[in-house]
């Protein structure tokens, strides 16, 4: 498996799905400059971009963590057999997302916490499983971390109108609302802390309730990022936000921080979709950011060709 040990803290990467997502980077990133793809073309492709089918390379994968005797996981992915009519690429999805958590050596009565730091739909997939006809907890003993703010922006009787529009329809009633409703959930705002190693923190912008994990154990340290940036151009282009992001100008300016707390302080930066290595560390250079270095996990590798993943035992099946 892909792990890496930070202080007292380890990492294992859990991957549920790594290719194409069908977005064209235009479209992902319509504030990014054409220039920049070219110019940096030389280390986004292949893994973040596939220039020959003009569609971006994404991965759907959870950090799993062990803390002070606790087993946690950030972030769910998409999950099985789930209804998305606006988000065709995770609809019926059957992957063997379960069975890689069980080589990382878990099984889902294992788990102690799951961090969701956000709420979109390749977010929280996992935190239910089908049981008959009936969404139920996948993780039966673990408290589910969820940011108030997403909780009530996402929330059906809420009656915001997102700027995803209806992509995220049918994810709060099959992937959220059963873990409240179970007593498993535990909503915060603003920070919350883990353990001496592992605090959250809001980090808005992308929506209310975005947030970071971040991990700070001896000289080490990293923040998990979730969606504050869904390709690398984006350390090098910070102002450019995805096409999801709800408040555009918050996104930018919590990125902008964020990236540099994580220069000043040469923290890891750990997003919920790169490819490759999977994270970096970055650096200052001038009004923007460079990559000093990426990732110690192996590398994600990906062909040229419609994006696919060479990593045969990671296989899923997309349904029809």
């Not at 793809?37 to 062990?66: K, M, Y």
């Not at 769910?76 to 992957?95: D, F, I, M």
């Not at 096409?243 to 540099?260: H, I, K, S, V, W």
Request: hydrophobic share 40%.
């Amino acid at each position: 498996m892909h792990e890496i040990v930070l202080g007292d803290v380890s990492i294992t990467r859990v991957v549920e799905y790594h290719g194409s997502v069908g977005i064209p980077p235009k479209t992902f990133f319509p504030e990014a400059p054409a220039a920049a793809w070219r110019e940096h073309g030389d280390w986004l492709e292949p893994d973040f971009v596939d220039p020959a089918a003009n569609v971006c390379v994404s991965a759907i994968q959870t950090w799993l963590l062990r803390s002070e005797g606790r087993t946690i996981l950030v972030d769910t992915g998409v999950g099985n057999h789930k209804e998305r009519p606006y988000a065709p690429v995770w609809s019926r999805l059957e992957t063997d997302f379960l069975g890689e958590l069980a080589r990382a050596g878990v099984r889902p009565e294992d788990v102690d916490l799951v961090v969701n730091t956000h709420l979109h739909v390749d977010h929280v997939g996992w935190n239910t499983r089908l049981d008959g006809r009936v969404w139920v907890p996948t993780f039966p003993n673990a408290t589910y971390l969820i940011p108030r703010r997403d909780f009530d922006f996402w929330h059906p009787e809420g009656g915001h109108v997102p700027r995803l529009g209806r992509g995220n329809q049918n994810v709060f009633e099959d992937s959220v609302a059963p873990v409240h409703e179970a007593g498993q959930t535990e909503l915060w705002d603003e920070q919350h802390t883990i353990d001496a190693n592992l605090r959250l923190e809001l980090a808005p912008g992308h929506t209310p309730g975005s947030s970071v994990l971040a991990l700070r154990s001896g000289a080490d340290r990293a923040l998990f990022v979730g969606d504050l940036l869904h390709s690398p151009l984006q350390f090098v282009v910070p102002d450019a936000n995805s096409c999801f992001c709800e408040d555009p100008a918050e996104a930018r300016a919590t990125r902008r921080r964020l990236l540099g707390r994580a220069s000043d302080t040469s923290a890891l930066v750990l997003p919920a979709h790169l490819g490759g290595h999977g994270g970096a560390e970055v650096t200052r250079e001038g009004d923007t950011f460079a990559i000093r270095a990426w990732a110690p996990f192996a590398r994600l590798r990906t062909s040229t060709t419609h994006g696919a993943t060479e990593r045969k035992e990671n296989r899923c099946r997309i349904s029809s």
